[in-house]
């Protein structure tokens, strides 16, 4: 089966600090792309970050950046100078055949004021 | 630019009776996904259309779901009868067609099944 795994249920921040969120997956392509999403209390999905398998250079928006392996498989996102409007849950997810979304379990992150 | 629209937002219904949720999505976007999100889980494709067509519906339960996409712009998605097990986040997604591009999501329904 092709999975995203991530590791972490919870994670927990201090306000202003750094925090890594990890995820791994599986996959047989060579191109494909992976995301991260925020899920608030609402529901509302939020795209954080998205990358290009392709593509060598780690994505950035502003706070966050990712951390791209893809020998390793592996695509942790960092979030820097954490706000507490950044505490929600957050979705890693890679790309599927047809463009649908394969998403891991979350994970809960706290930020601590 | 108006977002995805999603009714109703909560709805709670006995086991073994009907439900339909509604979804607009975005204009212009052609593609179009419903989500099943079970708490304490990531969500799950259910379906994907491109305009009309069903792109994937290899996880959707076709013996009590079904799907439809009015004109290539609205889709409704039914549940008939439900199980407790239904109970969900129900999150409709569009996107411009092309090569994975930017999925946006609505609000979301929760379902509950009593």
């Known amino acids: 089966a092709q999975t995203v795994t991530q590791s972490q249920p919870e994670m927990s921040v201090q306000e202003a600090e750094t925090v890594t969120l990890s995820c791994t997956y599986d996959?047989?392509?060579?191109?494909?792309?992976l995301f991260w999403y925020k899920q608030p209390p609402s529901r509302q999905m939020i795209l954080v970050i998205r990358?290009?398998?392709?593509?060598?250079q780690n994505a950035t928006e502003n706070r966050f950046s990712v951390n791209f392996q893809k020998a390793a498989k592996s695509f942790s996102l960092k979030i820097s100078d954490s706000q507490l409007g950044d505490a929600a849950m957050y979705f890693c997810?890679?790309?599927?055949?047809?463009?649908?979304?394969?998403f891991g379990k979350g994970t809960k992150l706290s930020v601590k004021p | 630019e108006a977002g995805v629209a999603q009714s109703p937002r909560y709805k709670i219904i006995e086991k073994r009776q009907s439900v339909a949720f509604w979804c607009n999505p975005i204009?212009?976007?052609?593609?179009l996904y419903w989500y099943q999100q079970i708490l304490g889980q990531g969500p799950k494709l259910l379906i994907q259309?491109?305009?009309?067509?069903?792109?994937?519906d290899s996880q959707l339960p076709k013996d009590r779901f079904s799907a439809e996409r009015l004109k290539g712009v609205d889709s409704t998605l039914k549940i008939q009868p439900a199980k407790l097990e239904d109970s969900a986040v129900y999150l409709c997604?569009?996107?411009?067609?092309?090569?994975?591009?930017?999925?946006?999501f609505g609000p979301g329904t929760r379902l509950l099944v009593l």
């Open positions: 996959t047989s392509e060579s191109d494909y792309y």
């Open positions: 204009s212009g976007h052609a593609t």
């Open positions: 990358q290009e398998a392709y593509k060598q």
């Open positions: 997810a890679r790309g599927g055949s047809q463009g649908n979304l394969i």
């Open positions: 997604a569009s996107s411009s067609p092309g090569v994975q591009e930017t999925q946006y």
């Open positions: 259309f491109q305009n009309n067509g069903v792109v994937d």
